[in-house]
């Protein structure tokens, strides 16, 4: 029972910061037409910011700080990198995007070093929330929900209750028209790359104490925010939000089943001792992204709730 | 005499490496309707696009006094510029009255028209006024582009080939409007086809062949020009 709960909790704040990180890449996915392959290097540059920021004063200015600095970043890769990149094509920026995640993740290695750093969860929230048969959950995974339940309604609002969101999503489809219209569409564009990343800073503030903070995290991280993103329909926050909560379930749930498959074949003869038989439902949960990956792609190649395929 | 409103001299275009506009020369005077008219594929939205800067333009372009080749497409609309494309570029997901909204170029400072006078202007939009745009018909969509960009207060519009595709009904419907829209001082360049409504509503016309201006005059003056029809219109 309690496995359950905490698989529901556990997966319900890995969800919504699979979303703060999808949310950002699917908006600019809309933007450039390709996908930002250094997307997770942003969520990673969020971390570190924190561990330093939060060493320095507090938490709570990293928690802010942090992903300001983040959206400036990418303010400035839109302005004075992709900017530039764009007119040379998909294949350019896609390989700008490439180029550009090893940089950030070689830098890290040189500032911080090679092995992870000691970023850790706040005293203040460092406490059990509640018990559930024994077992606590940590106040800080509470908090994470809260934040990002409040980043969801934040940017829920922005995009289709003020004009300014109505301009955004003009924007990402229709360039040229938006202009003409008198509206700064380079500036959108930068905005929305920079508002982006910072979600993925955000993300990675949040997540880099309850995971680890090292150079490997980025490169982790990335191929699960592209499955969210694929899985929900390219382009669509909708699809994005949903697909961020079924993956993070599915993966702590998956993570709580201790029966391997000899418990449940077992019936048909599979033993114990043999390879199939001694594999474990839990270890199966990294696997499950790319599973549902696969089957999208073959099944509903424009994603959940997309409406183009890829 | 006044000074044109807009002036293009000796405006070159490329795609790639076919050079599409070769010599472009005109002028409009404020509050003037002017009708671009030519066969297809002569350069005439080629002629618009590179006017409004979504294609590189090689030449002197000048809007009231300023030159503008090659701004940005947002600096030219908010020197008083306004562009109705070819594609009728609604934003489908948003309501018409959204889609009015995106017209204004600042809230703080609108211009003369209201979303209250365009849906006045125009009832049938009026009845659509909270239907997303995208279920709206080709003549609907037309007006709404153009009342869209009324909504900006332009001092001059680029429209291109408002009737495209549109039953002779509707066809007529929209030459109203861009009577209407002339009236309220509003210099016009239409891109046109079809010879009615341009000869109907202009003060003025050009013809286009080749990629640049083989006529210019008044449409009494034009009546009478059957060598410039019979080569540069009749198909
Ligand atoms: N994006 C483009 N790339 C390459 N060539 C183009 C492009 N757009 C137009 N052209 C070519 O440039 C020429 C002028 O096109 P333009 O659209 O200006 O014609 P037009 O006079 O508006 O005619 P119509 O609208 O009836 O097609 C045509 O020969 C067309 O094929
Ligand atoms: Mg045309």
Redesign the pocket.
Request: proline content about 0%; overall charge negative; cysteine-free.
């Given at each position: 029972m309690e496995t359950l709960v905490f698989g529901l909790l556990n997966g319900v704040s890995y969800g919504l910061l699979l979303f703060m990180l999808s949310s950002g890449l699917t908006l600019i996915f809309s933007m450039m037409g390709v996908l930002n392959f250094a997307h997770a290097s942003f969520y990673m540059l969020g971390a570190y910011f924190a561990f330093t920021i939060s060493g320095s004063s507090s938490f709570w200015i990293a928690l802010f700080l942090a992903p300001v600095l983040v959206g400036l970043i990418g303010a400035a890769v839109e302005r004075y990198g992709l900017r530039r990149v764009h007119p040379n094509g998909h294949v350019a920026e896609l390989l700008f995007t490439f180029g550009l995640a090893y940089l950030i993740e070689e830098v890290v290695k040189i500032v911080y070093g090679k092995t992870s750093v000691d970023y850790r969860v706040p005293d203040l929230l460092n406490f059990a929330a509640f018990e559930v048969y024994g077992a606590s959950f940590p106040a800080y995974r509470l908090f994470v929900i809260v934040i990002a339940i409040a980043m969801l309604i934040g940017l829920w609002y922005l995009l289709k209750k003020t004009r300014a969101g109505l301009i955004i999503q003009a924007a990402l489809s229709h360039p040229h028209m938006v202009g003409h219209l008198g509206h700064n569409v380079p500036l959108i564009f930068m905005t929305v790359f920079g508002i982006g990343c910072a979600l993925a800073g955000l993300a990675g503030v949040m997540a880099g104490n309850i995971f680890v903070t090292d150079p490997a995290m980025a490169i982790q991280m990335g191929p699960i925010v592209f499955v969210v993103v694929v899985v929900g329909g390219i382009g669509s926050l909708e699809g994005a939000f949903v697909a961020s909560l079924v993956i993070g379930l599915l993966q702590n749930l998956a993570v709580g089943i201790n029966a391997s498959f000899a418990d449940i074949f077992g019936f048909i003869g599979l033993s114990e001792l043999s390879e199939v038989g001694r594999i474990n439902i839990s270890s199966l949960a990294p696997v499950l992204p790319f599973l549902l990956l696969v089957l999208i792609l073959i099944f509903r190649p424009q994603g959940l709730m997309g409406e183009k395929e890829l | 005499m006044t000074e044109p409103m807009l002036s293009v001299k000796d405006l070159h275009a490329y795609?790639?490496k076919?050079h599409?506009l070769r010599g472009v020369n005109l002028e409009i005077m404020p509050g003037e309707v002017i009708a671009l008219l030519?066969r297809?594929?002569?350069?005439?939205?080629?002629?618009a696009k590179a006017i409004m800067g979504e294609v590189a333009p090689k030449g002197e372009i000048t809007f009231r006094g300023e030159p503008i080749a090659g701004l940005e497409s947002h600096k030219i609309a908010r020197m008083g510029l306004g562009y109705v494309p070819?594609e009728r570029d609604i934003f489908p997901t948003m309501t018409v009255r959204q889609n009015l909204l995106m017209g204004v170029k600042d809230t703080r400072n609108p211009g003369r028209h209201t979303i209250d006078d365009m849906l006045d202007m125009f009832p049938n939009l009026r009845a659509r006024a909270d239907n997303q745009a995208g279920v709206l018909s080709g003549g609907e969509k037309q007006m709404l582009t153009m009342c869209r960009t009324l909504m900006g207060d332009p001092e001059l519009i680029i429209i291109d080939?408002p009737t495209e595709g549109l039953a002779p009904k509707i066809v007529q419907q929209i030459g109203d409007m861009i009577v209407e829209i002339a009236k309220t001082g509003v210099a016009i360049l239409l891109?046109e086809?079809k010879l009615s409504i341009a000869l109907r509503i202009a003060h003025r016309v050009y013809v286009?062949g080749h990629g640049e201006i083989v006529y210019g005059g008044t449409p009494a003056d034009f009546a009478t020009r059957d060598d410039v029809r019979a080569e540069w219109l009749e198909v």
């Open positions: - | 795609y790639g076919s599409v030519g297809n594929g002569v350069g005439r939205s080629t002629t070819e080939e891109v086809q286009m």
